[in-house]
Structure formats: C-alpha cells, structure tokens
C-alpha cells in the first residue's frame, strides 16, 4: 500500500496516512487536557519527579482558572495574558514567570504530541524582574537561628536542614540526593539549568562534620535510597518542607525575642543563603570555588554576595567585570 503524506496547517513536517488511518492523531482537546498529556508524557519517559513538581504547579495556577476549560486551538494571546495577570496579586515577578515558563513548555511538548494550537498564543514575555537573588527572597540566618529553627522542627525536618546547612545545596537538589550520590567526600547533586534545559552536574566537598553527618544519613541504606525523606519514606515535596519550615519558625517566634527571632518568609532557601555568605565571609573561600561547590554563578555571587566578600576579592572582581564590559563595548575612537 502506498504511503500518503498529507500537510497540516499545525504541524511543519507532513502527517504520514496508511491508507485512510493515520499515523499521527490530531487532538482538539481543552488546556487542561493538554497539560494532562504533557504530565502523562513525563511519566512516560521516567520522569514521574518532574511530573509531580509540574502537577503541583498546575493545582496551583491553572486548574481552578477559567482557562483551563478554553479550547487549545482556540485561545488567544490575550486569554493567556489574562490569566497571567490573575497569576500576579501576591506574587514576585519571579515567581509569576516560573510558573508561566512551566505552563508553556507543557503546552510546547502537548503541540508536539498532536495538541491542535498556535503556539505564539501562549509565548509571553517574561515580567520585569529586577530581584537579585536566587530562588526566595534572600534571609540570612545566623548560626543561632540556624540552631534554633532546626531544634524547633521535627525529626525529618531538621535533618533536611542540617544537610542544606552544610552543603548549600538547592532544597531540590538535596531532596533527590540519594545513597549512592555520596561518596564518603563529596555529594553529587544535579539540576536543570538554561534554555534549552541541560542536567549540570557538581561535586559538593564535605568538611568533617559534613563527611560524619552524611556517613549517618547513609548508613544502612541501600544505594538508590533517598538520603532525606519527609517521614522516612516519602521523599521531600516542596510544599511539604514549606509547611514544616513554616511551623518550626512560628515555634521559635513564640518565645524568642529580637535579633533570635525568626524572619517572615523564611524558606529552605536561607540556609543556601547562609552557607554561601559564611563560605565567603567567614572562611574566605575565594568566590569561583563557591561558585563551583553551590552550583551558581560568579555574577550572582557578586549581586547577591557582594557584601559578604573580603574588600581585596571585591576589587578584583570589580576589574575582571570593567576588563569584560571594555571587551564588549571597546572605547571609541576618534
């Protein structure tokens, strides 16, 4: 039987027919159906992690909005700027654009799947955002609040604390750290990063207590276990170690007094936060090493950090950022 390739006007290579069937099925489904295809999708292809972060986000902004019931191949631009605007009382510009970023590229994968849209619908712009630090808003804890908060949470908690504390891993990083990932020194940790996103891997470097305290988490478990789970088993959900945080802040709050109380909004962030300050400040660990043990950048460690780094590192890396911008925008010339 000859083989029919006939064009659709959604699709930029052709839809391949056996006969009358064909290979490919064209959807005409809501949005919420093609974010339902895109969670079965991850799930698919193993990724059962990622298709519970990314159903929690769609809980939270797209199921109860009236978008979710519109036709795919018949919303607009202005439908999805619409339901973004509904998106931003109460939330930073960051967090707006995280949770449309995780929408589009759900839609994105839905289209490639056979979802009939128009992709230019759903790709917005991103928010003005002019925040400077990484994932929370950046809290300092001092050791004592460190201290304080993780003797006010449970067990679970206070364990997931103490290890951001001593790596200043991403919460989600260290949530999915497993047995094997440490290897008596170091801890492997790996997350998503650019656009396309690519898997970054890093190995963390443990001082003592690090090395003693993970050998304990470890310890009697089999290799693809979780080092830290939320009650000994499940592993650690976002919303989850908010809400524990959350209530071991308040504990603390209800007896501690000024500079010992705890900051409103403290996260699970504030112990990255610390453990990179206290890398710079208090044991002058040069910034590009930081850098390469927490997993970020030079340029966020000079926004963010920059207070926290010894004056003479401060110059420098002011001249290397004057060296850099006279590259890429030379003198002129007369």
């Known amino acids: 039987m000859n083989q029919v390739l006939e064009y659709h006007p959604y699709f930029p290579q052709p839809v391949a027919q056996m006969g009358s069937s064909a290979v490919r099925s064209i959807k005409r489904t809501t949005v919420r159906d093609a974010l339902e295809a895109y969670l079965t999708d991850l799930k698919r292809h193993g990724r059962a992690d990622a298709a519970r972060d990314a159903r929690g986000r769609f809980k939270l902004t797209v199921d109860k909005d009236p978008l979710a019931d519109l036709a795919l191949e018949a919303v607009t631009r202005d439908d999805f ?8 009382p109460g939330r ?4 707006v654009n995280r949770q449309v970023r995780s929408v589009v590229a759900a839609l994105n994968r839905a289209h490639e799947l056979g979802h009939v849209g128009n992709s230019a619908a759903w790709s917005l712009k991103s928010l003005a955002d002019n925040t400077e630090d990484e994932g929370d808003t950046a809290i300092f804890l001092n050791p004592a609040q460190r201290a304080a908060l993780i003797a006010a949470a449970d067990e679970h908690t206070g364990a997931f604390l103490r290890g951001l504390e001593l790596t200043g891993a991403r919460p989600k990083e260290l949530a999915a750290a497993t047995v094997r990932d440490f290897d008596g020194k170091a801890v492997k940790f790996s997350h998503r990063k650019g656009r396309p996103a690519k898997v970054r891997v ?3 470097v443990l001082g003592p207590e690090g090395i003693e305290f993970f050998a304990r988490r470890a310890a009697d478990k089999l290799p693809p ?5 939320e009650d000994g088993k499940q592993t650690w959900r976002r919303h989850i170690w908010a809400r524990q945080i959350r209530a071991a802040a308040k504990s603390v709050n ?3 007094r000024g500079a010992a109380r705890i900051p409103s909004g403290v996260g699970a962030y504030a112990f990255r936060h610390a453990r990179i300050s206290e890398l710079l400040q208090v044991f002058n660990v040069d910034p590009l090493t930081v850098a390469h043990q927490t997993g970020t950048s030079l340029a966020m460690i000079e926004k963010a950090y920059m207070r926290f780094i010894p004056e003479a590192l401060q110059e420098k890396l002011a001249g290397l950022k004057a060296r850099r ?5 030379p003198p002129a010339t007369s």
């Open 92 to 95: 930073k510009p960051r967090s």
């Open 254 to 256: 209800e007896k501690a």
């Open 325 to 329: 911008e006279a590259r890429v925008f």
């Open 202 to 204: 890093r190995y963390t």
């Open 81 to 88: 700027e619409e339901w973004r605007d509904r998106l931003v």
């Open 225 to 229: 276990a979780p080092l830290f789970t």
